[in-house]
């Protein structure tokens, strides 16, 4: 049995190293989820285009290049000793260039920085086991995005309203990354200026929780006030308490 695991142990082929590429995705699909295409070149091994076999000068084979060099096991002469040592060596396996695509699948919620992982998707080479190929997500803001910043699990934003509607209260919709619609109701309510509200549930998807949840949506009100004073601002002015 120990003979066995020695031998199995020998045989077993080495793992290459991880690639790593990005995918930029935007706010929107970080909170709707997406799933998007992604063309991805790597190094393949020409299988059956080893130097000396029959197929080796076939035009399949024509059309791929010598692979880089191989880490081999050789036998090295001490003195009375045969010793085995790594050493670099010119391979004897052909390889090229594959362009591809993958299917990348983007769960709601996840963050920049997060990873997608596909297992042996990496660079071949002859004599070992390719590593993975790790999809970092890249977040980036771009059109009806850009009225949303996240942090961690919630969502901010601002919304401009008039003078008028924060001493007298409003209410307005406001489209969120998905196009549903979050309601605002501030009637008969005044709205300082810079005033945030808090509305739970409506930031980001939160993972891997059950039952679902998401974070918090916070809203900042920017008062617009007139760029010159009118009359209806002078009377309403005046009509004010001195402070």
Request: hydrophobic content about 35%; overall charge neutral; some cysteine.
């Amino acid at each position: 049995m120990h003979g066995m695991e020695a031998v199995a142990a020998k045989d077993k082929k080495p793992r290459g190293p991880d690639a790593e590429v990005s995918l930029n995705v935007s706010l929107g699909e970080l909170y709707r989820g997406a799933t998007k295409t992604v063309r991805v070149k790597r190094r393949v091994v020409c299988k059956g285009c080893k130097r000396g076999w029959p197929a080796a000068d076939s035009a399949r084979c024509r059309r791929c290049a010598q692979c880089p060099n191989e880490i081999a096991n050789v036998k090295v002469q001490m003195g009375p000793f045969v010793l085995q040592q790594q050493q670099e060596v010119q391979s004897d396996e052909r390889c090229r260039d594959d362009d591809f695509e993958l299917t990348a699948e983007v769960e709601a919620g996840m963050r920049d920085g997060d990873e997608l992982v596909f297992e042996r998707m990496s660079e071949q080479s002859p004599g070992s086991i390719p590593g993975n190929l790790r999809m970092k997500l890249r977040s980036s803001t771009r059109g009806a995005d850009e009225v949303f910043r996240r942090e961690g699990d919630d969502l901010h934003t601002e919304m401009a309203i008039s003078l008028k509607a924060a001493l007298l209260g409003f209410s307005r919709s406001l489209q969120h990354l998905d196009d549903h619609e979050v309601y605002i109701d501030r009637r008969g309510m005044v709205t300082q200026p810079m005033q945030t509200i808090h509305i739970a549930g409506e930031g980001m998807p939160v993972r891997n929780t059950s039952p679902s949840r998401n974070g918090t949506l916070h809203v900042r009100f920017v008062v617009q006030l007139p760029a010159e004073p009118s009359e209806q601002a002078l009377a309403l002015a005046r009509a004010l308490p001195d402070d």
